[in-house]
């Protein structure tokens, strides 16, 4: 063991160091842009796991929540969204999000709701595990009630709300 070795070699450790620093600051600052803005936090998202539900929900609610007058961009943002919550309904068998999601997606569109969505809703709820969101999506259906736009009636509504009572799992 040389006791000069660790001196002569301070300068390139350092460097390193200060390289590695540099290196993970850039990292950070390109993920942070990523991250400020939600449609490229979760296109990307969706494009590197097209497979995740919850960027397939967060794209629709993006689609879903997107403000515009111009009636053709709001057609087309109605179709994005009723497309990934189509596939995040299709990946899990016990995800709910979706179906919620095309619920709340034609009261705000004026448009009818599927039976087939509200059959498949309820019987998630009755016989899936139920996620810690579950709740707050619920939640939603139920302020949608309140509203004189939402598509659902009070019997629907209350077929939701008490399907998860019936669940096994819970």
Request: proline share 5%.
């Amino acid at each position: 063991l040389n006791p000069l070795h660790a001196v002569t070699t301070m300068l390139p450790r350092r460097a390193l160091a200060l390289l590695l620093v540099a290196l993970f600051a850039a990292g950070t600052f390109s993920r942070a842009s990523a991250w400020a803005n939600p449609y490229y936090l979760w296109s990307a998202e969706v494009e590197h796991h097209p497979s995740s539900t919850r960027a397939n929900t967060a794209m629709g609610d993006f689609y879903a929540d997107a403000i515009t007058f111009d009636p053709a961009a709001k057609a087309a943002n109605y179709q994005l969204a009723r497309h990934y919550y189509e596939q995040a309904t299709a990946l899990k068998s016990e995800n709910i999000n979706g179906l919620v999601g095309l619920i709340l997606l034609s009261e705000l569109h004026g448009k009818p709701v599927e039976k087939a969505w509200l059959s498949e809703l309820t019987r998630r709820l009755e016989h899936e595990a139920i996620s810690a969101n579950t709740n707050d999506r619920l939640m939603s259906l139920a302020i949608c009630q309140t509203k004189e736009s939402c598509p659902l009636k009070a019997d629907e509504i209350d077929q939701l709300l008490h399907a998860p009572l019936r669940n096994p799992n819970v």
